[in-house]
């Protein structure tokens, strides 16, 4: 019989005990645990539902474009649940000055592409809107060092850029901080835009051509919008992976202090 121990039960540790529970169903001898620190199965995953509220504690959604968590709740019977984004409500808005601002359209990947609505916002003051401008105009960095998600905005785009775009739409998504986040790991799409085309507004415009001279994707509405969830929040997904697993032992309040080599294995 193999032994099998997985350490950590967030989205990671319970698809993959889903996974060796697949084989257990095929024949495969397998004994397996999941060993959780905390005294929640989901990990950053954490839905929480009182009073008629659905409040997501962490992650609120997945990228569609990346098939694997669909593919996911297809297999563990969550596809009827799947819920994509409102179409009605597609703008993007950043609290500053104690007010509600929508970004302006023609951002890509919070990169300005489209000149009219960019200039006409109301979010930027003109001098962070020039400083913007000016991405088109600086040098390239001239090495290929990592930096800071902070310290790359503030050098290309400013400090505007850095704290209403960067900040809420880039760092957001990591729950981080710019200053320590690096570009190399967490944004290499822009990285290497200031080294192929040195400015990221000419590399959103080269991309945005070379995306139209595509040829056309398939007619008829995608059943997936670009963000989806699941109808009663992240953690159903969580949830239904616990019981989709009888074969797995999962232990909760059981923090791995150590891995060590035996003789016979670890
Ligand atoms: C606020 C926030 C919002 C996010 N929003 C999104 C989003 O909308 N969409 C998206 O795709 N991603 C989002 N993310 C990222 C996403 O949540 C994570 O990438 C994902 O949940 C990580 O899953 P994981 O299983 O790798 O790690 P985790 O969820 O961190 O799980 C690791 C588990 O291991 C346990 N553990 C750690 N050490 C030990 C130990 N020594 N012994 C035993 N157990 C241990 C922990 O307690 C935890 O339960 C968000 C992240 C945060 C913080």
Known sequence: MKKIIIIGGGIAGLASAYRIQEEIEKGADIQCEVLEASA???????????????????????????????????????????????????????????????????????????????????????????????????????????????????????????RKMA?????????SDPETMSIKSTFPMFFQAEQKYRSLILGALARKRSAGAQPAAPKGPSPFTLFMTLKNGLGEMTERLLEKCPNITFRENTKVREISKTESGW
Not at 94 to 108: A, F, N
Not at 117 to 127: E, I, M, Q, R
């Open 40 to 162: 929640h199965f989901g990990g950053k995953i954490h839905t929480e539902r009182f009073d008629g509220f659905l409040v997501e504690r962490g992650p609120d959604s997945f990228i569609s474009q990346k098939p694997w968590a669909i593919q996911l709740c297809k297999k563990i019977g969550l596809a009827d649940r799947l819920t994509g984004t409102n179409p009605d409500q597609t703008k993007t808005y950043v609290y500053t000055g104690k007010r509600m601002v929508t970004m302006p359209d023609g951002l890509s990947l919070m990169i300005p592409t489209k000149f009219l609505p960019f200039a006409l916002s109301p979010l930027f003051s003109w001098a962070g809107k020039i400083r913007m401008g000016m991405d088109l105009f600086l040098p390239g960095k001239g090495d290929d060092k990592d930096e800071s998600l902070a310290s790359f905005i503030r050098r290309r785009l400013g400090e505007e850029a850095l």
């Open 167 to 175: 900040e809420p739409m880039l760092a957001g998504i990591y729950a």
